[in-house]
């Protein structure tokens, strides 16, 4: 028995060389100056005013996408948990499809769907309707709960299977509306999940990059496009965006610390 | 109380509940037993509101209920697997009908302390569910079912989920309350045992029919099925022919029975005892020590009898016994 705690050792190796190691390459050349250390680009990441755009919208956006992916994946993972179970083994294969496939390939999908000359901008043309617009925020927030719900509703149908249906009716049973039972029994018991689920949405959210960059360019101001503009356009400035990558790392981890201080409070 | 008028039930092509009609009466112990898949606990949802009749009506306290959702039902609910609210104390949970109804938080408190004290739980009101043992959380849901006081308590197998020991204590405590209270309760089980101990009548359900009905001495000692006769208790059926009043294999036996043609009649093991003129005779195939008593297979005339003894008894397998029959046993006639 003793020995089996050496098995980690393998993966945990393989932690320290992919993921520890590139973190604290970040952090050394976010601070590395030619005579010691500097934090003239935290400060600068901090003050300048493209770059704290970047990081309010970021902040934003990456929030109202995961209430947005909660408040749909709720509905998804609960009304999925009731189906017969051949129906609802199909739908969750059908769910992890979104999370699997790659930002480019979505984005594709949705401007033939959704674009200037989109079908559904099309039909709304041909019926005098105003077109829509893709490439806003709105355009950003109809997008990514393609991947949010199913991602939450994913995380949640487990727990859902477990005590959903038994919770709803225990409550009815005890004389509650079904709007009294989700208020007051499902939800406080789900919280955790909830905000498990959340967690994983909030953090994806914080870096996503792809779908963002393939619909709109540069044209919306993410701190996550900052960075990759920094790395891989002209205006290359590997350490700036080193900078930046900790205040988006740090931002994500205080988020997320937050959510799992919320959760430990539901658990006691 | 409970009213079933031909209430049928199906689920794609699999016919649930197929024209149930039993009615529960006022302050009784009525038990829907059979096997899994039998249609008890469909029966019990459609009493609930959990499920709604595709014919049929269902009526508690007289009146039409097929329309009225769960919560519009006097009823309260007990679940297999407890199903109380894990973000609330036991004193929320048990609370939670009373805050519904919106009595004063005054009267909340003293309800909930009652019915605490009655399945005895008092000081654990601020205890949350996962702090508690399976049988304390099944007292909570019992006093979480009460709460509402219901006009029916529907039970659906409450105590199969809890150690043999707890189970028979927390058997007795129901029967208690139950008859303390004079609440009409409905109860689900696969148990017979505890379908015997608890009730004062049985509907035995097989393929979403009641096969029989009857209180537990009726189910007990005159089974109208073989169904009923192989899954209510222990015994031995053996097959034969009732002709004049009496049963005969290949010779009369000096057993009374009522009925003619082919059968069989059942022997419970209490009711065969050794005697030296005894009716039959056989070997012991297996003596089994059960401390209250001694459990033997006898084999005779090919047929293999269970019989009970005094734990006293000094009988070993391979030895020969005589048996003395009971002087009557239920016949029940070979199924078409």
Known sequence: ?268 | MVDLIGVRKRYGRVVAVDGVSLSVREGEFFTLLGPSGCGKTTTLRLVAGFETPDQGEVRISGQGVNRLPPEGRPIGMVFQNYALFPNMTVFGNVAFPLRLRRLPERVVRRKVGELLEMVHLQGLEGRYPRELSGGQQQRVALARALAREPKVLLLDEPLSALDAKIREELRGELKRLQRETGLTALYVTHDQEEALALSDRIAVMRDGKVEQLGTPQEIYERPSTLFVARFVGIGTLVPGEAREGRFHRDRPWPVQVEGEGRGFILLRPEQLRPHPEGFLEGQVGLATYLGSLLRLEVETEGILLKVDLNPQEEVRAGDRLRLALPEAAPFIKEEA
């Open chain 1, 1 to 268: 028995m003793r020995g089996e705690r050496f098995l980690i050792l393998p993966g945990l190796l393989f932690l320290l060389l992919f993921f520890g190691y590139p973190l604290y390459s970040i952090l050394e050349r976010s601070l590395a100056a030619p005579e010691g250390l500097t934090f003239a680009r935290y400060a600068r990441a901090l003050t300048a005013h493209a770059y704290l755009e970047a990081w309010h919208n970021s902040l934003v956006f990456a929030l109202l996408s995961t209430l947005a992916a909660v408040a749909g994946g709720l509905f998804v993972a609960y009304w999925t948990s009731g189906l017969p179970l051949r129906v609802k083994g199909f739908l969750m294969s059908l769910y992890a499809v979104p999370v699997s496939l790659s930002g480019l390939v979505v984005a594709f999908g949705f401007i033939v769907l959704l674009g200037r000359n989109g079908v559904v901008n099309q039909l709304f043309a041909a019926l005098g309707l105003p077109r829509f617009d893709l490439y806003s925020w709105p355009g950003l927030f109809l997008v990514f709960p393609f991947y949010n719900i199913p991602l939450f509703a994913l995380a949640l149908i487990p727990l859902l299977e477990t005590v959903g249906k038994g919770l709803m009716e225990a409550a009815r049973a005890s004389g509650a509306t079904p709007f009294q039972a989700w208020v007051r029994v499902l939800l406080p018991a789900l919280m955790p999940g909830i905000l498990a689920g959340g967690s994983i949405v909030f953090a994806g959210m914080m870096g996503a990059f792809g779908t963002t960059l393939a619909l709109t360019g540069f044209a919306k101001n993410l701190l996550s496009l900052q960075i990759y503009s920094l790395v891989a356009e002209s205006t290359f400035d590997l350490p700036q965006a080193a900078a930046l990558a900790t205040v988006l790392m740090a931002s994500t981890g205080v988020g997320l610390y937050v959510l799992a201080l919320w959760e430990r409070r539901y658990r006691r």
